[in-house]
């Protein structure tokens, strides 16, 4: 199985969704909680991959999101 994530305007949430049942095919829309987690695991993996790593960056938005650094 694949997983595809496409970004999609809101005005064309509801005709994309009824396309993907209407083939049967299983949809999740995801919530802004969720796709600020995903941004955070991009930051993490790219600051692995690089010796370039703002730490600053990464504060800010701990901060922004309630924890404490």
């Known amino acids: 199985m694949t997983t595809v994530l496409v970004n999609i ?3 064309d949430k509801q005709f994309f969704l009824s396309v993907l049942q209407k083939f049967k095919f ?4 995801l919530t802004d909680s969720q ?3 995903i941004a955070m695991a ?12 703002s730490i600053e960056k990464l504060n800010k ?4 999101n309630g924890v404490d650094c």
Do not use: Q
Not at 42 to 53: A, F, Q
């Open 35 to 37: 796709k600020e987690e």
């Open 9 to 11: 305007p809101e005005k």
């Open 42 to 53: 991009r930051w993490i993996e790219d600051g692995l991959n690089s010796k370039d790593v």
């Open 26 to 29: 299983k949809s999740t829309v």
């Open 61 to 64: 938005y701990f901060r922004k």
